[in-house]
């Protein structure tokens, strides 16, 4: 790609036309034009997704490296992250602060009362709802854990070895058919959905690829490290409460347990992952960093801000599907 640049520099004129266009559109005051942001954060998504392997054809990260692509993520990156930090107010807390903010956040979500979304999941979610719902989740459940891989490196500590430890689980003891993703790719296709990763990506919303390329946006620069640290903390305390509602969805429209397994698994086992996150991470990282310890906090709470935005989104989408179940059946068989 740089090379077929260099020699017509100006074939980027027109993507980088537009791409300064949805940059205003998404990140101006307003900040209401989805087209602008799903165009944004696909581009970065596709970049992103460059950091992990996806065992195809090798020549398909001919362009990892690209000076442009780095760029063109350097770029959206700058002022998006900006925006995303507008949108939640976090301040500087003193060392003393931090543990008791922590507790407190921890005791807060791990059994809060459902939200509107969540009962809708819940309690309204039809069939055709729930397939939906695993399409756009598997986007990012057919490679869970993929972005904690990418901050496990370095010098040894008991909190590196803490997070091995549940990255470990997540990848099921190094047995494939235990590994979270091959739970979610069993709900897929006890639906008759595809199990393939990306299978579904045309139909996710950008809330869902924000948060995912967040993830990537922390585990990759490990001044963030901390924040990355708090974000997963929220993420494993609170993710046996908000999966118990669409296990439960799964039980009420009479679906069997390979339908739901992967909802199961997380409520028995991020219990005890949230814990450890808090014990033997967090509370570890604030002796260490004392000054620096309020950006776990801030990670905590900008990722509760992008999960809830996230699971709002995927709501809107499935109401839209259940108005029109025929038109969203025919656009995601068309993507098997």
Not at 55 to 60: A, I, V
Not at 64 to 72: G, H, I, K, Q
Request: net charge negative; charged share 30%; aromatic share 10%.
């Amino acid at each position: 790609m740089d090379a077929r640049i260099l020699a017509k520099p100006q074939a980027t004129d027109t993507f980088n036309e537009k791409l300064d266009i949805a940059l205003e559109d998404s990140f101006s005051k307003d900040g209401e034009d989805s087209s602008a942001h799903i165009f944004i954060q696909r581009c970065l998504y596709h970049i992103n997704r460059l950091k992990l392997f996806w065992y195809d054809e090798l020549q398909n990260y001919s362009n990892e490296n690209s000076r442009f692509l780095f760029d063109v993520r350097s770029k959206i990156e700058e002022r998006w992250s900006a925006w995303e930090e507008n949108q939640v107010s976090s301040k500087k807390l003193n060392s003393s602060e931090v543990a008791q903010v922590l507790c407190e956040r921890a005791d807060e979500d791990l059994d809060p009362e459902p939200s509107e979304e969540g009962k809708y999941i819940r309690d309204e979610i039809s069939e055709n709802g729930y397939r939906r719902l695993l399409a756009i989740a598997s986007l990012d459940g057919l490679v869970e854990a993929s972005q904690l891989s990418r901050v496990l490196g370095g010098a040894a500590s008991d909190v590196q070895l803490m997070l091995t430890k549940i990255f470990w689980e997540e990848y099921g003891g190094g047995k494939l058919g235990r590994k979270h993703s091959s739970h979610f790719a069993t709900m897929l296709e006890e639906l008759g959905l595809d199990s393939r990763p990306e299978a579904y990506l045309d139909i996710v919303p950008w809330e869902v690829l924000a948060n995912i390329n967040h993830s990537f946006l922390l585990s990759e620069q490990k001044r963030k490290f901390l924040r990355y640290v708090g974000g997963l903390m929220f993420i494993e305390i609170s993710v046996p409460a908000s999966f118990r509602n669409n296990k439960l969805a799964g039980e009420r429209l009479g679906l069997n347990g390979e339908a739901t397994s992967y909802w199961d698994i997380h409520i028995k086992e991020d219990i005890r992952h949230g814990q450890w996150m808090l014990n033997d991470v967090a509370l570890p990282l604030l002796e260490k960093y004392p000054e620096d310890a309020w950006e776990m906090v801030m990670g905590y709470d900008q990722q509760k801000f992008l999960s809830a935005r996230a699971a709002a989104a995927i709501v809107a989408s499935i109401r839209k599907s259940e108005d029109d179940p025929v038109l969203v059946q025919e656009k995601m068989e068309s993507l098997i």
